[in-house]
């Protein structure tokens, strides 16, 4: 553990901690956009307090000395059941955030999966970790890019390629439009103030790797500038695609499917039938379809529907290992972290992120031995108390 980590591990023993870091040394405009939801944001809300909801059974006098929380995500040995989900942006939380998350991820030996939406590249990360990673990407009205894109995740040797279905239109983010947030930064008195007291954040940022977003640059007419690139992207969100776009997807992908995206059963056996590996129930971090039910209560529905045919992942809400336990007791195979990745990025970089899943696997190790649960391996319903 070097300095920097030793400093964190003694200030911050939380997600929360993190997130108070971030907020103090970010402008609020980033903070949230990671922070918040769509509408009136009572989708964000029930995704923490479902799983809040859930109780444990304290058990004791079992054999807890030697707690496994080693599995396997899409086929890969993990050493705990937890990977870092795509987020885009994530390069203006922090400079070189995307390298700084693949790194901090290698090392704790959990996957990483870079955004479509990344400031840096598929082949900045790929330069930056030998360990490889999965990709994001969108079902866009382009597919000739979907293609490039694809190809470019295979040289990059990418383990898994993720499939993100609920973002056909955009649902509105409230918070963005009144901060001024646009890509570039819409500049007002009052955001143009909130950068100035974080002159760290805006030196780290304007000497990062770059400063737009780097699978896009170059390759949509030749455009660099991250305005001409964010325009783009806004349309190519294609509300027309449907099973049949997937499954040319997994035509032309070899390795890993996974798709994202999914809260109903139904959907979860169509994602099958068009040739998933695993799918990861979510509701977009409630940034999408405010109203929609909470991840966690929609989840042993759908592990019910696909019956062990492929693997289910969580994502939505976890802020600690507690919350990854209530999610492994209710069937997920695993779980997934963005708003809880980004808060650890902006609060210490690297370090920040290291710290972060130091947390959520102690978290994890201490809830299983206290509620009887020798491994992840034996992680089940048992361990919730009823209502």
Not at 78 to 90: D, Q, Y
Not at 256 to 272: C, H, N, V
């Amino acid at each position: 553990m070097d300095s920097g980590q030793r400093a964190f591990a003694t200030v911050i023993l939380s997600i929360s901690d993190l997130r108070d870091l971030a907020r103090r040394r970010i402008p609020r405009a980033i903070f949230d956009y990671a922070d918040g939801g769509s509408y009136d944001e009572r989708t964000l809300r029930r995704n923490a307090e479902d799983l809040d909801a859930l109780r444990f059974r304290q058990r004791v006098m079992v054999d807890v000395s030697d707690i496994s929380l080693a599995t396997t995500l899409a086929g890969t040995p993990v050493s705990m059941p937890l990977a870092i989900a795509p987020t885009g942006l994530a390069g203006f939380f922090h400079a070189d955030g995307e390298i700084l998350g693949a790194r901090a991820a290698a090392a704790f030996g959990i996957p990483f999966c870079l955004s479509t939406m990344s400031i840096c590249s598929l082949e900045d990360v790929r330069a930056a970790t030998p360990q490889p990673f999965w990709f994001q990407q969108y079902l866009m009205k382009d597919r000739g890019f979907n293609a490039e894109l694809i190809e470019r995740a295979i040289a990059a040797r990418c383990s898994a390629l993720v499939l993100t279905l609920d973002l056909q239109v955009l649902g509105e983010r409230r918070r963005d439009p009144r901060n001024g947030l646009s890509i570039p930064p819409r500049l007002t008195w009052r955001n143009a103030f909130d950068m100035a007291r974080k002159p760290a954040w805006t030196a780290s940022v304007l000497f990062g790797k770059r400063r737009t977003f780097g699978n896009l640059v170059g390759r949509i007419g030749g455009a660099s500038e991250i305005r001409t690139l964010a325009e783009w992207s806004q349309t190519q969100f294609d509300a027309s695609a449907d099973w049949r776009d997937v499954e040319w997807v997994r035509s032309r992908w070899p390795g890993k499917l996974i798709l994202k995206g999914i809260l109903d059963p139904e959907d979860a056996r169509l994602a099958l039938a068009a040739g998933a590996d695993a799918i990861v129930v979510s509701n977009h971090g409630g940034r999408q379809l405010d109203g929609a039910p909470s991840t966690i209560s929609v989840l042993p529905g759908i592990v019910a529907a696909v019956e062990g045919r492929c693997e289910v992942l969580f994502d939505g809400g976890i802020r600690s290992g507690q919350d990854v336990a209530r999610a492994l007791a209710l069937g997920a195979r695993g779980t997934l972290i963005g708003k809880s990745f980004l808060f650890a990025l902006a609060a210490g970089g690297e370090a920040g992120v290291t710290r972060a899943l130091e947390i959520l696997r102690n978290e994890l190790r201490v809830t299983l031995a206290l509620t009887g649960t020798p491994g992840v391996a034996h992680v089940g319903p048992q361990m919730l108390a009823g209502p």
